[in-house]
């Protein structure tokens, strides 16, 4: 495994995390196999693990923990998230302090530990005024309750909001960003990226394989694979356009020359930019974490990175005037 620093922190992270988004612990035999990846996954110097307060409704979190306390906690990275409903009351929701301090208590009893290295605000929460948000934040880490703060799906704008706030209050500073990014959204590119290497945040970014497009299992003119997550999950299915598919045999084609796979192509692709830290991938099967592991070790030559650019016809944001 290699490791990365988690922006301008000293913290440094396993280039792959392993993510609870997609785990399946709805019986035993499922968190059997979930249990057998997570500790190939910490046998193979994984040592970031992220999950939710809402995944699986606290289900994830209960389960991760209990994996995880077979395992020295100083050696594990562990973050969790707030923002989505965890109930039916009206505070039970959203970014404010009220949330916040319930949450995080519910989160450390689900994940039994004492604290959490990173916490993140899921969302943007416009209902809520920053200036809450972040102080409930940095209360928590004086309270030795989380160790670093981030948000995921978070605007450049609202990031930059946010650092206004933290330097006028002489806050804790934010340290992390958890975006999507992949070959096929790669948004970040725009602004965020240079706005976190501006500020020295680490960069985490969540479906490096696009819900599974960039696995390979799923390939023109061929059936959906029996149990796979489009036969019933809406975000999947919603990406298995023609349009889509066509560049996915493209990309198979790139990965052959390379002896390789696509999904270790495209893990390796995501890992070009050092300004990542870490790139959180689900893996339900040891068999899928073990070939996600080999993106580490593949190295792409610079000429594949313009065919993928020409192949999506991507092109960096950049208004010129006059």
Not at 116 to 123: G, Q
Not at 163 to 177: A, T
Not at 300 to 305: G, K, R, V
Request: charged share 25%.
């Amino acid at each position: 495994m290699k490791y990365r620093r988690l922006g301008n922190q000293g913290i440094r992270v396993s280039e792959l995390a392993l993510g609870s988004w997609m785990t399946d612990v709805s019986d035993e035999a499922k968190q059997q196999l979930a249990a057998e990846s997570i500790k190939k996954a910490y046998n193979n110097g994984v040592n970031f693990f992220d999950c939710a307060d809402t995944y699986s409704g606290g289900a994830a979190e209960r389960f991760l923990g209990k994996t995880l306390k077979q395992f020295p906690r100083k050696e594990i990275v562990l973050s969790s998230k707030v923002y989505f409903p965890t109930g039916s009351g009206i505070n039970d929701r959203g970014l404010s302090r009220k949330h916040i301090m319930e949450s995080i208590d519910q989160s450390l009893k689900n994940l039994q530990t004492d604290y959490l290295d990173l916490y993140f605000c899921h969302r943007f929460d416009s209902n809520t005024p920053l200036e809450e948000t972040l102080t409930a934040l940095s209360d928590l880490v004086d309270q030795g309750k989380i160790l670093y703060y981030g948000v995921s799906e978070w605007r450049p704008v609202q990031i930059l909001e946010a650092q206004l706030v933290i330097e006028r209050l002489g806050l804790h500073p934010m340290s992390v960003v958890q975006p999507q990014y992949n070959m096929f959204d790669r948004y970040i590119e725009h602004e965020l990226m240079d706005v976190c290497d501006k500020l020295g945040l680490g960069i985490v970014p969540f479906s490096p394989l696009s819900q599974g497009l960039l696995t390979g299992k799923y390939r023109k003119g061929q059936q959906i694979p029996a149990g796979s997550r489009a036969t019933y999950q809406d975000q999947i299915q919603a990406l298995l356009t023609e349009e889509n598919l066509d560049k996915v045999e493209e990309l198979v084609l790139m990965a052959k020359e390379l002896n390789t796979d696509l999904a270790t192509f495209s893990l390796a692709w995501a890992l070009r930019d050092r300004r990542i830290s870490s790139l959180i991938t689900g893996a339900s099967k040891p068999e899928q974490l073990a070939n996600n592991l080999k993106a580490i070790d593949l190295e792409i030559p610079e000429e594949y990175f313009s065919r993928i650019d020409k192949l999506f016809g991507f092109k960096k944001f950049d208004r010129k005037i006059g």
